[in-house]
């Protein structure tokens, strides 16, 4: 008999990623329909409210981290492919928050963040890049309480731009 310290995660499967359905049916100058626009919009805000409302931060939220599944309309002349539910992966950034939907982060003396990433640099609200650089130009270890009372309105403003533009509001 073999012990092994393995551990194994059953997932279910989800066809692909929001940015692979994008890639290959909406490529530019495509329209994506905007009935898929608020289908995504709306379950993409459902589960960020909940993940608000247990004081979650996703802080990674971009189309190759979220997964969709989809089904051909039959009934519609053009059988054009619609989104039957989207799904958030990749919590790898994520963090819990205070009842106040605060979060605190360390910097060194030296400028760079202490412990773990903070997030996708361009998928983080503006005010917490604000609140971040000034303690990173302060050149002295210091805590920082970054608010995310507004980062899921942001994420999901920066979502819905990319998906009807193509690329993220904020260079």
Known sequence: QTNRKTQFFVLEHVEMSLGQL??????????????????????????????DRHRLAHRDLKTDNIMVETRINDSSTTHEIEITRCVLIDFGTSCRLSDDMKDVVVVSERGKLLGASWGNASHIAPELHSALGSAMRGRKETRVELDYSRQSVFELGALGFEIVNGCHPVS
């Open 22 to 51: 994008l890639a290959s049916r909406f490529a530019a100058p495509s329209i994506v329909p905007r009935r898929m626009v608020a289908t995504i919009m709306s379950q993409v805000g459902s589960g960020l409210r909940h993940l």
